[in-house]
């Protein structure tokens, strides 16, 4: 049987504050890169769900998603040597910014960074990804949705896996 293709799906955290971006610093296996703060989505979550987790995690500030920017896919083919190919789907989210917490920053982040737009765009080589500035430039052009476009099933979420522990066999369709 042949492996059916699938994209990583990640969120990322578009946060503004007077005029200033939280971006983040982290190791990734080329070096120092900024990004917003993103990551994968979790099996059990829901999109917004992962973005106030990853958040949280990578900057330790509370955030509540208010809007869709967009979604967004790239592909990042690392060198023949390490023979990765992944495509990311990527969900970029509007919201606000809540309290920040004494707790240490997930493994790999360096530090948090307030950057303005030209302070990114000036430094699109040290970006983790092509959609970096691409997410704040929609941002900053008034792109939103409303989250009412996302829709999580209950079958979906981590309470409705937790409830269904032990029931092998069972779909849900």
Known sequence: MTEVWK??????AIIEREG????IEEQASDGLRLNQPAG???????????????????SAYDFEPTALIGMYMS????????????TYLRFAFAGKLGDKHDRPLDTGIVRTLWMTRDEIAACTERHRSPLVLRCI???????????SLLYTDASVTAAAVKEATGAIGVTHG
Do not use: I, K
């Open 7 to 12: 994209p990583s799906v990640t969120v990322a």
């Open 20 to 23: 200033r971006f939280l971006m």
């Open 40 to 58: 994968h989505l979790d099996e059990g979550e829901a999109l917004t769900q992962a973005v106030v987790r990853e958040a949280l995690e990578e």
């Open 75 to 86: 592909r990042n083919v690392s060198s023949a040597r390490a023979g990765t190919d992944t």
């Open 137 to 147: 430039d929609d941002y900053l052009s008034g792109q939103r949705a409303p989250l």
